[in-house]
């Protein structure tokens, strides 16, 4: 039951195009107010979520918006702001790069149990 009730609170939160956002009511991470991108981990961390409960298309959808604001290397920042796509933060970002690896293979097994 967690593990789909999780994925849905977290969707709530997220931010105007889909990814997730860090800080749910208008704080940013240091807890002050103003504007932050979306952490890259954390949207890859719902994608995994929503794949290990069985929500594989709403996954690989998800999973696509950050991945489509990798630079022309694939690497990616710690944030993304949404409105404008641009990576702000700490760059590159390995956190938000195992997040990807993470979920792309979370993707992968879920399509393989239903192949099964």
């Not at 409105?83 to 938000?96: C, E, R, V």
Request: with cysteine; net charge negative.
């Amino acid at each position: 039951m967690p593990l789909r009730v999780t994925p849905r609170r977290a969707r709530a939160h997220r931010g105007r195009d889909g990814p997730a956002l860090p800080q749910p009511g208008g704080l940013n991470a240091g807890g002050l107010s103003g504007e932050e991108g979306t952490f890259a981990v954390c949207t890859f961390w719902l994608v995994s979520a929503l794949a290990k409960a069985g929500e594989v298309e709403h996954a690989e959808a998800l999973f696509e918006q950050p991945v489509g604001h990798a630079n022309d290397l694939g690497l990616l920042g710690e944030e993304i702001d949404t409105a404008t796509g641009k990576q702000l933060g700490n760059f590159p970002q390995g956190y938000s790069h195992i997040g990807f690896i993470t979920a792309a293979y979370e993707i992968d097994q879920a399509r393989a149990a239903q192949s099964s």
